[in-house]
């Protein structure tokens, strides 16, 4: 196996993987968070935020200018979750026990603005963004033609079952695979 050129591709997917495991064992007390599950989880999220801010210049960068508004757009929704998992580490350190986050960060989400940019509204143009983007990858015939189903999936678990991130993470590490080496005609920027 050759080595990696662009390792965001698989680092991001793994760190998901990490946050949807790191959900599912904070939640075998009946509970999530706070705790070290939780914070570590989060954390991992975070840094797979970073990353993805990253992978999405890459994928505007092989798509060409048309792909700069939904590269914006990705990168939005990014920020925004990133707002909310500071949010939600904030309150985990801040607190004892779950009732106590679970009030702090109800209150936080009255602040004007907060719900609506970090929960309501601003996620979801990080999920309606990367899908757009790996359809244009898709387009450009930079991925396989099945790829954007994959991510459709991964995107969609959540909705289904949090519980089932995990398998999100997965499908998204296969979706992303083939961007983290790519050939000389396809190389990324």
Do not use: C
């Not at 060409?64 to 990705?74: F, K, S, Y």
């Not at 939005?76 to 580490?89: K, R």
């Not at 907060?114 to 999920?127: N, Q, W």
């Amino acid at each position: 196996m050759g080595k990696l050129k662009r390792p965001e591709f698989v680092a991001a997917p793994l760190l998901v993987l990490t946050y949807g495991v790191a959900r599912v064992v904070d939640g075998f007390d009946g509970e999530r968070g706070p705790g070290p599950a939780w914070t570590i989880g989060h954390l991992a999220f975070v840094a797979a935020l970073v990353l993805f801010i990253r992978i999405f210049q890459r994928m505007r960068g092989l798509i060409g200018p048309r792909a700069r508004i939904t590269a914006v757009v990705a990168t939005l929704g990014a920020l925004a979750l990133l707002g909310q998992f500071s949010v939600d580490l904030v309150t985990g350190f801040l607190n004892d026990d779950h009732a106590g986050m679970a009030a702090m960060s109800r209150e936080i989400r009255t602040t004007p603005g907060v719900a609506l940019l970090f929960y309501d509204l601003g996620p979801y143009l990080f999920y309606l963004g990367q899908l757009v983007l790996v359809v244009q990858l898709a387009l450009g015939r930079h991925v396989k033609a099945w790829t954007p189903l994959l991510v459709l999936a991964d995107l969609a678990m959540p909705f289904v079952d949090k519980d089932l991130i995990p398998v999100g993470a997965v499908l998204l590490l296969i979706s992303f695979w083939p961007l983290a080496r790519p050939t000389r005609a396809h190389a990324l920027v």
